[in-house]
């Protein structure tokens, strides 16, 4: 099932997502004077305790999901946490806001470790109903065709992204920034044809990228202005503390930050602080991940009736 499976487009609508008409009045206002997302960005940082993880993931390897990572329980923490607070997976275009009609993560995969290395880029589409198996399952179908020997415009099998992108790239300037101001004006006013939506990591609910698998800390990335992606957030390296107990012992945990860069006209901060404390808490039990959600929670978007007194 994907978020408003079923409902009909309506006037104001997008192809990628239905306007949200019940806001109040702060919400609406917001857009018009923040037109921007750089106007709007709101910073998120937090530190985790992993050990707990840790240990599910060295279980997990031995079992039923030998090659389990840390970014995939993120990946699957965030899916499920936007199941349960659907109004993170919202969007501005064109001072407007909408509700997204699925859930669609993206990651960057580099083709190599050397500085020349080439990188491609996956966007996976999740399900309401995802566990934490089907959310590996879908990454691990995503990336299982990039052939990390060649270089993008030369692999036969690139993804659709990589082939937009190599098609663009070849453009002489005047004629690529042309066509980028047609896309933009296009995206605007939601006329961007859906294949172009399709295949674009610009166009999803999240990006996460792992800075610690290059051995450097979480960073703040910009949330890009081209498309419609609100939440952007980055996972740092993995390092351990020795921390005092009230016994006078010391205990060791796992630490890992991470931080977020979102659009604060999306949803308000009381989303927000929900959202991230449900993503610390997936991330620090990630059992709970196995499991299909309790319940699934839709976005409300449009107004009340008045009741005819």
């Not at 936007?82 to 699925?102: A, C, D, G, I, T």
């Not at 566990?131 to 060649?150: A, F, P, Q, Y």
Request: glycine share 6%.
């Amino acid at each position: 099932m994907k978020p408003h499976e079923g409902r009909k487009r309506r006037w104001g609508d997008r192809s990628d997502g239905f306007k949200v008409r019940n806001m109040d009045p702060m919400s609406v206002m917001e857009p018009y004077i923040m037109p921007k997302k750089l106007d709007a960005w709101v910073l998120f940082e937090d530190e985790l305790d992993i050990s707990a993880a840790e240990a599910f993931i060295q279980k997990m390897r031995k079992g039923e999901m030998p090659n389990l990572t840390l970014y995939e329980v993120i990946f699957a923490a965030i899916v499920r946490t936007m199941v349960e607070v659907p109004e993170l997976n919202r969007f501005v275009k064109h001072s407007r806001v909408y509700s997204r009609n699925n859930i669609k993560g993206a990651m960057t995969v580099m083709k190599g470790m050397s500085r020349d290395s080439d990188r491609t880029i996956i966007m996976p589409q999740f399900e309401c109903e995802d566990t934490l198996n089907d959310v590996v399952r879908r990454i691990e179908e995503e990336t299982s065709g990039i052939d990390k020997n060649v270089k993008v415009e030369d692999d036969e099998n690139k993804s659709a992204f990589d082939g937009v992108e190599t098609a663009f790239s070849i453009l002489p300037g005047f004629l690529l920034s042309f066509a980028i101001n047609i896309l933009r004006v296009l995206d605007r006013y939601g006329l961007l044809p859906k294949k172009l939506i399709k295949v674009s990591p610009f166009h999803t609910s999240f990006f996460l990228t792992n800075m610690g698998s290059i051995g450097l800390d979480a960073v703040y990335h910009h949330v890009y202005e081209f498309g419609t992606l609100t939440v952007f957030g980055s996972i740092g390296r993995k390092y351990v503390q020795y921390e005092p107990q009230a016994d006078g012992t010391t205990k060791r945990v796992v630490k890992l930050k991470m931080q977020f860069v979102v659009d604060e006209r999306a949803a308000d901060g009381f989303v927000y602080a929900v959202g991230f404390r449900k993503i610390r808490n997936y991330i620090m039990h990630p059992e709970l991940l196995l499991q299909k959600p309790e319940k699934i929670v839709f976005d409300k978007i449009d107004k009340e009736k008045k009741k005819k007194k």
